[in-house]
């Protein structure tokens, strides 16, 4: 296993933990009212979040392929296909949380739970099948790569080795905590 994945995995075992208890699939897919909500959930950490990383010094890195691995416009275009199957037409984006500017290092720390979180999307779009929802109508943003999610994963873990100095892998960390902390707040405050 590389040093970063080792680090970001020792690093953030716990809170990662925490944020899956905290998803209830159970609640959120159990018609698609529930899944409009968990929708609204992501996007409002996943939109302020891809805007700060795009906002940081990983713009610059062009073997990342970062605005390939950016999702926001995909869990927009969901959003939009669901509520239009949906009495309530409204776009439910007013909620949006509040994002801190990121370090490089930071950023790809954060990149690093996105990109994680195209794993359990699998799971979610599988679940999500008896309401209707396919990549193409409503499930987008939890389709991942495809068959090339495994692939992209190891790109970019073995390109955070070959960017971060073993020195700046705690900052890295940092980064995934913050980001994992958005999501924990936001499905803790909402859940309840």
Known sequence: MSDFLTVMR???SDIHSQVEREISLEKHLGDLSGYRDLLLRFASIWIPVEES???SE???CDTIELNRRMRSEDIRNDLTTVKSRLSDRSSGLDDLIAVTEMTMEEAVGALYVLEGSRFGGSVILREAG????TPALGGKFFSGYGKETGAMWKQFTN?????LAADRLECAADGADQCFS???RQFQITSS
């Open 130 to 133: 008896h309401l209707g929802i």
């Open 53 to 55: 990383i795009k906002a």
């Open 159 to 163: 390109w955070a080795d070959s960017v």
């Open 182 to 184: 958005y999501f924990l």
């Open 10 to 12: 020792s690093r953030t």
């Open 58 to 60: 990983l713009r610059n």
